[in-house]
C-alpha cells in the first residue's frame, strides 16, 4: 500500500505560478512511475504530467511550456511547478503513483486561477 500526501494548491491569479507537491510513502519510491492528473468540474479527469523512473516526462499538451514535473528520490517527493496559470487550470489537482499493474492516488488538491 502507498499513501500519496499533496499539498501546495490554492487560489492564484492568471498569469501566476504555484508549486504542487506529493509526498509517497514506500522504500521504493525511485521506481515509481509518479504523475500528476487533474479533473475540473463536470470534466473526466485527465493527465497533466508523467515522470518516469528514468526523469523521462510527458506533458499533456495544454501544459507543455509552462508546467514542470520533477521529482526527488531521496525525499519521496514528486512535484508540479505551474507557470503562466490561467483560468482553465482550474482544477482539483491529484497525485498518482503507477506501481506494476497498481495505481495509487492522493486525495487532491484544489487549484483555482481566479482574478
Known amino acids: 500500500q502507498v499513501q500519496l500526501v499533496e499539498s501546495g494548491g490554492g487560489l492564484v491569479q492568471p498569469g501566476g505560478s504555484l508549486k504542487l507537491s506529493c509526498a509517497a510513502s514506500?522504500?521504493?519510491?525511485?521506481?515509481?512511475?509518479m504523475g500528476w492528473y487533474r479533473q475540473a468540474p463536470g470534466k473526466q479527469r485527465e493527465l497533466v504530467a508523467v515522470?518516469?523512473?528514468?526523469?523521462?516526462?510527458r506533458y499533456a499538451d495544454s501544459v507543455k511550456g509552462r508546467f514542470t514535473i520533477s521529482r526527488d528520490n531521496a525525499k519521496n517527493t514528486v512535484y508540479l511547478q505551474m507557470n503562466s496559470l490561467k483560468p482553465e487550470d482550474t482544477a482539483v489537482y491529484y497525485c498518482?503513483?503507477?506501481?506494476?499493474?497498481?495505481?495509487?492516488w492522493g486525495q487532491g488538491t484544489q487549484v483555482t486561477v481566479s482574478s
Open positions: 514506500g522504500s521504493r519510491f525511485s521506481t515509481y512511475t
Open positions: 498518482n503513483a503507477h506501481i506494476t499493474t497498481w495505481d495509487y
Open positions: 515522470i518516469y523512473s528514468g526523469g523521462n516526462t
